[in-house]
C-alpha cells in the first residue's frame, strides 16, 4: 500500500466479481449523537393532565445551542413539549401546538460540570409550568466545590399560552428531540453534551416535599410514576448494556443509541470507589455527546458473498464515481479467512488497533503531534473533507468530544478514512496501522509464502482456538490494544509451544472491551498513565463493556516484556535509525538469524522515517518480565531528543529524558525459547515492517525476518 519512492509503489490485483458492474448510488447521512429512546406506541408518556418531568444532570456545554433533556418533542412541527437547555444555557420547559411555542427558562445559567436536580410540573388544564433548578454539589461528584459563593437555583412559576399538541414521534426521547425534513427522512437533532442520572415522568405535578424527596435520592410515590429510568439498574460484573431499566409500571425501558456512555459517576457519587461493580448506585451517570457516532444506519447499495474459496488475505471493495472534478476513487477493505486452516503462517491482523486510530483528527489538528513529529502535517483531500464536514464519520480513540471528554468508543459501522490503502498520516508523512500492514502483507506474498489472514475479532472471540492451528503467528506493525481474552490467547499460545514474530512497536498496551453482544464496537479507557490523549476523569476507569479496569496492561500486572519480551518505552517520529548489533548476536544458538546480513549495523533505510527502528519503540527489561534468558540481538543506533522517555517510566521530572541522553530510549532486537519447542521474536520497532519494502524487498531487513520465519516454520 505505501507509495513511497523507495519502495516497489502500490500494488493490486484485480479479483473477477459479481458485483464489478455500475451500481446506483443514494445519498445517506450519518446520524450523530447520543441518545436514548423510549418507543412509547400507546401514549402512555403524552399525558393530558398535569404531569412532571424531572432529572439529575450533569451538563458540559450548557452554551452549545439548544439541547434536549427529557422531552416528546417535533423540532419542525413545534409541538409537544420538552425540558432541556435554551441557546442562552438556561434550563428551559417549552411546549408546543404545531404552529406556536411557549417556554419558561430559569433565571439563572447552568454551570458546566455541576451537578443539578432539574424538574418542571406541569398542568395543561391551567397552564401553569413551575421550573425547579436545584444544585446537589458534594465534596467529589462536580468540578466545582461549595466554596464557590454562587446561587445555582432558580424556581420559577409562569402561566404558559400555548396547550401542547402531540407530535408524530418515535415515543420518548432522552438527550435529543426528533426533526423530519424532506432530504434526510426522520432523525434527531438537538443532542445533549452532558450526563444525566435517574429520571423519570410523574403523572401529576410536584409539590416541594416532592422535589425534596428527589433532591435527597429518595425515589418518587410509586403511585404518581409513569416512568423511571433507574440508571443504575442493570449493572453486572460483566458491565452494563445500552438498555435503561423503566422501574415504573408500564416498563417503558429507554434503549441506546450510538452508545450513550455508561460506568460512569452520578450525581450521588462518594469519591470512595472507582468501580461500578462496588457501588453501582452511585454509578448512575449516563454520558451523551452531540458528535458521538458508533452506527451510520447506512441502508446497503450493494452486497459481496465472499466464494468459499477464495484465498485467504486482505481484499477490498474498490469504487469509482465521477464526482464532478474527476474520477473518485474508494478502498472498502475487508479480510477473509479460510473455512478451515490451510497454512502453517498466520498474518494476525490488528484489527483492534485499526478502531482506536479509526479517522483520527488529532493527526493534522494537534500542536501537540507536531511537536512530537517534528513537521507540519501534509494533507490529504479527504483528510480536509472530513475536517469541513466536522467529522461526520466519527472520531477516534485518540480524539477529545467537542465537550474535551475523550472518545471511549469505537466502530466498524462507519466509513473509515485512515483504514485505507494508499492513505498516509499526514503528521507522519508514512503509513500507520492498516496501510504500514500492507508492508507485511507484500513482503509475504513477494516471498511466496503460504499464509493465512485472521483478525483480533477472531482472537477475541475464539481464544487460543484461532492461534492453534498454525505453527507461527505474524503481527502487524503496532497491535496496541488488546482485550484479556486477546492477551490470554497468545499467552497460551506461546506457553504451549507456538512461534510469535512480533513485527512492530508499542504493542500489547491499552486494555480493551467488546461486549458480547456487539462486538463491532470496542471500548477504551485512558487512566493516569501511559502515552494518552485524553484521561478519564475521577472513578470513571472501568469498562462498561466488560467490568474489567482499562488502562495500560502493564498497570494490571502484564506488561508486554512478560509476553514478547521488550515493551514501550518511546516515541519520536521525526527520524528512525539503523540497528547496531549487540554481542549476544554472535552466540551459536542465534548466529543464524544474521546469515546474509552483512556489517554491525543494519536497517539505516526504510519507508517509515529513513530506518528499521523508530517511529515507536520497545525494550528489553528484567525488571517489567523480559524472559531472563532472552537473547539481545542488536538495538538501536541513539535517536534524537524528539524521542523522550514514555511518561509511565517517569516519577520525578528530570533532564536528560531525550533519546541523546537516556539510556532506555532504544529499539531492543529479542529472541527467545518458549515451551514446547516455540520462540518469539521480536522487532521491538513500528518502523521495521516499513522498512521491508525498501529496494522492492531486497534488504537486509528482509532477509533477517526472512531468516526467522524459515526457521520458525521449519
Not at 111 to 126: E, F, K, N, Q, T
Given at each position: 500500500g505505501d507509495e513511497h519512492p523507495d519502495g516497489p509503489g502500490f500494488v493490486e490485483r484485480p479479483v473477477p466479481s459479481p458485483i464489478d458492474r455500475t451500481w446506483p448510488a443514494r445519498k445517506q447521512y450519518a446520524q450523530k449523537g447520543n441518545f436514548l429512546l423510549v418507543a412509547d406506541s400507546q401514549n402512555k408518556l403524552a399525558p393530558t393532565d398535569a404531569f412532571t418531568l424531572h432529572a439529575f444532570i450533569f451538563?458540559?456545554?450548557?452554551?452549545?445551542?439548544?439541547?434536549?433533556?427529557?422531552?416528546?418533542?417535533?423540532?419542525?412541527?413545534?409541538?409537544?413539549?420538552?425540558?432541556?437547555?435554551?441557546?442562552?444555557?438556561?434550563?428551559?420547559?417549552?411546549?408546543?401546538?404545531?404552529?406556536?411555542?411557549?417556554?419558561?427558562?430559569?433565571?439563572?445559567?447552568?454551570?458546566?460540570?455541576?451537578?443539578?436536580?432539574?424538574?418542571?410540573?406541569?398542568?395543561?388544564?391551567?397552564?401553569?409550568?413551575?421550573?425547579?433548578?436545584?444544585?446537589?454539589?458534594?465534596?467529589?461528584?462536580?468540578l466545582l466545590s461549595r466554596v464557590v459563593p454562587y446561587d445555582y437555583r432558580s424556581h420559577v412559576s409562569e402561566k404558559l399560552r400555548v396547550r401542547p399538541a402531540m407530535p408524530d414521534t418515535a415515543g420518548f426521547l432522552i438527550g435529543a428531540a426528533t426533526e423530519r425534513n424532506a432530504s434526510r427522512g426522520t432523525f434527531v437533532s438537538q443532542c445533549y453534551n452532558g450526563k444525566i442520572d435517574r429520571c423519570g415522568m410523574l403523572g401529576?405535578?410536584?409539590?416541594?416535599?416532592?422535589?425534596?424527596?428527589?433532591?435527597?435520592?429518595g425515589a418518587p410515590d410509586p403511585a404518581s410514576v409513569l416512568a423511571y429510568w433507574d440508571t443504575t439498574a442493570g449493572y453486572t460484573d460483566r458491565g452494563v448494556g445500552d438498555r435503561v431499566l423503566d422501574t415504573g409500571p408500564f416498563g417503558l425501558h429507554a434503549e441506546g443509541y450510538n452508545r450513550p456512555v455508561r460506568g460512569q459517576t452520578g450525581w450521588n457519587w462518594s469519591g470512595r470507589n472507582d468501580c461500578f461493580r462496588l457501588a453501582p448506585q452511585e454509578f448512575g451517570g449516563i454520558e451523551f455527546h452531540a458528535d458521538a457516532l458508533t452506527d451510520c444506519r447506512w441502508r446497503p447499495t450493494l452486497s459481496l458473498t465472499v466464494p468459499p474459496d477464495l484465498k485467504s488475505g486482505v481484499y477490498a471493495v474498490k469504487l469509482t464515481a465521477e464526482d464532478g472534478t474527476g474520477m473518485a476513487e474508494e478502498y472498502a477493505p475487508f479480510f477473509v479467512r479460510p473455512a478451515a486452516p490451510k497454512a502453517s503462517l498466520c498474518f494476525l491482523a490488528p484489527t483492534a488497533s485499526y478502531l482506536a486510530y479509526a479517522n483520527i483528527q488529532s493527526a493534522f489538528d494537534s500542536a501537540l503531534l507536531q511537536s512530537i513529529t517534528a513537521s507540519t502535517p501534509i494533507l490529504q483531500e479527504v483528510d480536509v473533507e472530513v475536517y469541513k464536514n466536522d467529522a461526520e464519520f466519527g472520531l477516534s480513540t485518540y480524539d477529545t468530544h467537542n465537550?474535551?471528554?475523550?472518545?471511549?468508543?469505537?466502530?466498524?459501522?462507519?466509513?473509515?478514512?485512515?483504514?485505507?490503502?494508499?492513505?498516509?498520516?499526514?503528521?507522519?508523512?508514512?503509513?500507520?496501522?492498516?496501510?504500514?500492514?500492507?508492508?507485511?502483507?507484500?513482503?509475504?506474498?513477494?516471498?511466496?509464502?503460504?499464509?493465512?489472514?485472521?483478525?483480533?475479532?477472531?482472537?477475541?472471540?475464539?481464544?487460543?482456538?484461532?492461534?492453534?492451528?498454525?505453527?507461527?503467528?505474524?503481527?502487524?506493525?503496532?497491535?496496541?490494544?488488546?482485550?484479556?481474552?486477546?492477551?490470554d490467547a497468545t499467552e497460551d499460545y506461546l506457553a504451549a509451544g507456538g512461534r510469535l514474530l512480533y513485527m512492530g512497536g508499542n504493542g500489547y498496551y491499552w486494555c480493551v472491551g467488546f461486549r458480547d453482544d456487539d462486538p463491532s464496537v470496542m471500548e477504551v479507557r485512558k487512566l493516569e498513565a501511559g502515552s494518552?490523549?485524553?484521561?478519564?476523569?475521577?472513578?470513571?476507569?472501568?469498562?462498561?463493556?466488560?467490568?474489567?479496569?482499562?488502562g495500560l496492561w502493564r498497570h494490571r500486572g502484564r506488561p508486554p516484556q512478560k509476553l514478547v519480551g521488550v515493551g514501550f518505552t518511546s516515541e519520536g517520529m521525526d527520524a528512525s535509525v539503523p540497528y547496531?548489533?549487540?554481542?549476544?548476536?554472535?552466540?551459536?544458538?542465534?548466529?543464524?538469524?544474521?546469515e546474509g546480513v552483512e556489517g554491525e549495523t543494519f536497517g539505516g533505510f526504510g519507508l517509515g522515517g529513513g530506518g528499521a527502528a523508530g517511529l515507536?519503540?520497545?525494550?528489553?527489561?528484567?525488571?517489567?518480565?523480559?524472559?531472563?534468558?532472552?537473547?539481545?540481538?542488536?538495538?538501536?543506533?541513539?535517536?534524537?531528543?524528539?524521542?523522550?522517555?514514555?511518561q509511565e517510566e517517569i516519577f520525578f521530572m528530570t533532564p536528560g529524558l531525550g533519546g541523546t541522553q537516556h539510556p532506555w530510549v532504544r529499539a531492543d532486537m529479542v529472541y527467545f525459547t518458549t515451551p514446547g519447542g516455540g520462540a518469539v521474536f521480536s522487532t521491538g520497532s513500528i518502523a521495521w515492517g516499513s522498512a521491508l519494502p525498501y529496494r522492492s524487498f531486497r534488504n537486509p531487513v528482509s532477509r533477517l525476518t526472512r531468516n526467522i520465519l524459515d526457521a520458525f516454520l521449519a
Open positions: 451538563p458540559t456545554l450548557p452554551d452549545a445551542g439548544r439541547q434536549m433533556l427529557l422531552c416528546r418533542w417535533a423540532v419542525d412541527g413545534t409541538c409537544g413539549f420538552g425540558l432541556g437547555i435554551n441557546p442562552a444555557g438556561r434550563l428551559e420547559f417549552w411546549v408546543g401546538d404545531g404552529s406556536r411555542a411557549d417556554a419558561v427558562a430559569a433565571e439563572v445559567k447552568l454551570v458546566a460540570r455541576v451537578w443539578y436536580l432539574v424538574a418542571v410540573s406541569y398542568d395543561p388544564g391551567s397552564g401553569v409550568a413551575r421550573l425547579y433548578q436545584e444544585p446537589v454539589i458534594n465534596r467529589y461528584n462536580s401529576a405535578g410536584m409539590d416541594r416535599a416532592t422535589l425534596d424527596v428527589l433532591r435527597d435520592g465537550d474535551g471528554a475523550g472518545v471511549c468508543y469505537s466502530s466498524y459501522h462507519r466509513p473509515i478514512i485512515n483504514m485505507r490503502p494508499k492513505y498516509r498520516a499526514p503528521g507522519l508523512g508514512a503509513t500507520w496501522q492498516f496501510p504500514a500492514d500492507l508492508s507485511i502483507i507484500g513482503w509475504l506474498e513477494s516471498m511466496n509464502y503460504d499464509y493465512d489472514v485472521i483478525t483480533d475479532e477472531d482472537l477475541h472471540r475464539e481464544g487460543v482456538a484461532a492461534l492453534k492451528p498454525y505453527r507461527v503467528v505474524l503481527t502487524g506493525t503496532h497491535n496496541e490494544y488488546y482485550s484479556e481474552r486477546m492477551m494518552r490523549a485524553w484521561q478519564a476523569r475521577p472513578g470513571e476507569h472501568y469498562l462498561a463493556s466488560t467490568g474489567e479496569r482499562s547496531r548489533r549487540m554481542p549476544d548476536s554472535y552466540h551459536r544458538s542465534v548466529a543464524w538469524i544474521f515507536e519503540v520497545d525494550r528489553y527489561d528484567l525488571a517489567l518480565g523480559t524472559p531472563p534468558h532472552t537473547r539481545i540481538l542488536a538495538s538501536s543506533e541513539p535517536f534524537t531528543d524528539n524521542y523522550p522517555l514514555v
